[in-house]
């Protein structure tokens, strides 16, 4: 009998036989025969308030991860097909928003926060969402004419089931950990995390904490190149470190990194996607981005893992950061469940919080990749590289220029 719910796992509770490691061959096995013990992060959070890292080693065999936010750094790679005569793009434009040419003569890339300069509050991200919706939408392209490819214009129209290929490529993904941001200046500001009232008035934040996939997984011993994921509700993979990975931020005495840290970068058939866990969006006087839903399932595969995934909202902190001030500076620290229970305290002033991500999408696809794994339609692979252990980040510095008489 398959033992999916959490209840069952507490109430039922066998004489265990302790055991030091599992393999990524043996919890396939099972899930192959129907016999694996699958729950979300959240299951196993609340399972690991009275069972130990070997219990619950035990007693599971995958646990599913999972989120859904705001990700400006996505886009998608579209190969339209040839015309007749051909044409060589060196500029194009979808429903008027700039889609990159830069690649092959007919394939582009659609950046998530490009936009129609006639119309900022329409871009790349309703690109992506109206083409997986089935939406007819305007190409128009120009080149300057060659011997293989003499048209210089063409104007048509394009749909998910015409181009040939189009695929989310999304070069920074599922950011580990993300700040709070605040605003302690007179002035209402407008940022990717929605606007900030002045005089600490609201903090926004962005992850989903103890369903996270990379705080579940926070040195990253089961994530890797050649992962396979749930992304956009179809089945995707990890492809690179994402974009920014940072492995230098200190650390909570939970292991967790207190701020933005570890990325992913992604890939995966748009064809096969679901409107409902990629959703364009326009944040006020910033712009255009992207809501990707993603989803991870982690092997219980020793102790160690067992003790990461039983991580809880009370022991996640982040970092709460000044938007408004140069340099944003830290303020504090906060837990993912004083951010959830609707208030923080910040230099000894109620403010209101609210998320900038959904926590609900995050749960659904958590119990989505919990189906497929216990219905055998979705198996876990072992990364074919991991990611580094140690990496920084670099600041653009401005050049230095002689000032003109």
Not at 143 to 155: F, N, V, W
Not at 189 to 216: K, W
Not at 271 to 294: C, N, Q
Not at 297 to 312: F, G
Request: aromatic share 6%; hydrophobic share 40%.
């Amino acid at each position: 009998m398959i033992v999916g719910v959490i209840g069952l796992s507490l109430r039922f509770k066998p004489k265990l036989n302790r055991m030091k490691e599992k393999s990524y061959e043996e919890i396939n096995r099972k899930l192959k025969e129907g016999c694996a013990v699958v729950l979300t992060a959240a299951e196993v959070a609340e399972m690991g308030r009275t069972a130990t890292p070997a219990e619950i080693l035990e007693r599971v065999d995958v646990v599913t991860t999972a989120t859904f936010g705001a990700m400006c750094s996505s886009g998608a790679i579209i190969n339209f097909g040839h015309t007749d005569p051909p044409i060589r793009m060196e500029k194009i434009r979808i429903n008027g928003v700039p889609c990159y040419e830069g690649l092959a003569a007919v394939d582009g890339y659609i950046g998530a926060t490009a936009c129609d300069p006639d119309r900022p509050e329409y871009g790349g991200a309703h690109v992506i969402q109206d083409l997986l919706e089935g939406k007819t939408l305007e190409l128009e392209a120009w080149g300057k004419g060659t011997d293989c490819y003499p048209r210089k214009h063409i104007k048509t129209t394009i749909s998910l089931e015409t181009v040939n290929e189009v695929f989310l490529f999304n070069p920074r993904n599922a950011y580990q950990n993300y700040n709070v941001a605040v605003n302690t200046t007179k002035r209402l500001i407008h940022t990717y995390m929605g606007t900030l009232l002045p005089h600490l008035r609201n903090a926004t934040y962005s992850t989903s904490g103890e369903l996270s996939p990379l705080l579940n997984d926070p040195e990253m011993r089961t994530i890797g190149i050649g992962s396979r994921i749930l992304l956009g509700g179809a089945q995707g993979y990890v492809v690179w470190p994402g974009t920014q990975y940072n492995t230098s931020k200190p650390v909570s005495t939970h292991g967790i990194p207190l701020g933005n840290a570890r990325t992913i970068a992604v890939i995966g058939n748009l064809k096969e996607m679901s409107p409902a866990y990629l959703k364009a969006a326009y944040i006020d006087r910033y712009g255009t981005t992207l809501f990707v839903g993603i989803a991870i399932p982690i092997p219980v595969l020793d102790e160690e893992i067992a003790r990461r995934v039983a991580i809880r909202d009370d022991q996640i902190e982040t970092a709460i950061l000044d938007y408004g001030s140069p340099g944003t500076p830290k303020l504090g620290e906060v837990s993912y469940a004083s951010l959830r229970s609707g208030f923080i305290t910040v230099e000894g002033k109620k403010v209101r919080t609210a998320p900038v991500a959904s926590l609900a999408k995050a749960r659904e696809l958590a119990e989505l990749l919990r189906r497929q794994l216990l219905a055998g339609d979705f198996t876990i692979t072992r990364p074919v590289q991991m990611f580094p252990a140690h990496a920084s980040l670099r600041s653009l510095k401005e050049t230095e220029t002689e000032e003109q008489p």
